[in-house]
């Protein structure tokens, strides 16, 4: 057994331990069910834990992580977290949480090839297409690069909203608002993109949907 392995195991009983002792009932309050308010659709990338960044509680954040936080109306595993939190959860917020430094994201702004995630990574380079103009007028790289992170976070906010999940909750009249956030690695603070979503005329009418 490696030593990190035994590591992580030895830190469960200890997380146990110091939970039980702060609150008895802790588990037991937990294992009655889940109500949480917020589904967090972030980045993969280990240095961007939804829970701690926002300082909530276990049972207070739906999550759903992939890289370089996409949503892709193909991806069964995204909708399907979605519908969950949408129809059956009820959260009043979705946050798509991107970062500066993200990986995905710097690889789609060359053409080096990484296996299988190149077919992932391939929707992001759509968006770098999209705003190339803007884009390329950027002189400075790593400004370009923390750009493009913010463009890719707002597209994809857009994408919540096209969907006929995000847009059936609120022609039923359903309290849900989408919002994107880029999250600092070097600095611990989110930046709001005041990119947001909370009803159908919010979208551009060819992605309105007759529902």
Aim: proline share 2%.
């Amino acid at each position: 057994m490696s030593d990190f392995y035994k590591r992580i195991l030895d830190n469960n009983k200890k997380w146990v331990e110091e939970k039980i002792s702060s609150d008895p009932n802790f588990f037991k309050d937990l294992a009655e069910g889940q109500n949480p308010p917020l589904l967090w659709i972030g980045c993969s990338d280990s240095r961007v834990p939804a829970n701690e960044i926002t300082g909530t509680k276990a049972g207070e954040v739906f999550v759903h992580r992939n890289i370089a936080n996409m949503v892709v109306h193909t991806d069964m595993n995204m909708l399907s977290v979605l519908d969950y939190a949408v129809n059956v959860l009820k959260v009043q917020h979705i946050i798509v949480c991107g970062h500066y430094g993200c990986g995905g994201v710097k690889a789609a702004m060359g053409n080096s090839s990484f296996g299988v995630i190149d077919n992932w990574i391939r929707h992001i380079k759509d968006i770098y297409r999209f705003n190339k103009e803007k884009l390329d007028c950027i002189n400075d790289e790593p400004e370009r690069f923390n750009r493009f992170v913010e463009l890719n976070v707002k597209e994809q906010v857009l994408n919540l909203a096209k969907t006929s999940i995000v847009q059936t909750a609120w022609k039923n009249g359903q309290d849900l608002s989408l919002h994107g956030w880029v999250y600092g690695l070097n600095s611990g603070y989110v930046t709001d993109l005041e990119v947001n979503f909370s009803k159908n005329e919010d979208l551009h009418g060819v992605y309105q949907l007759d529902i």
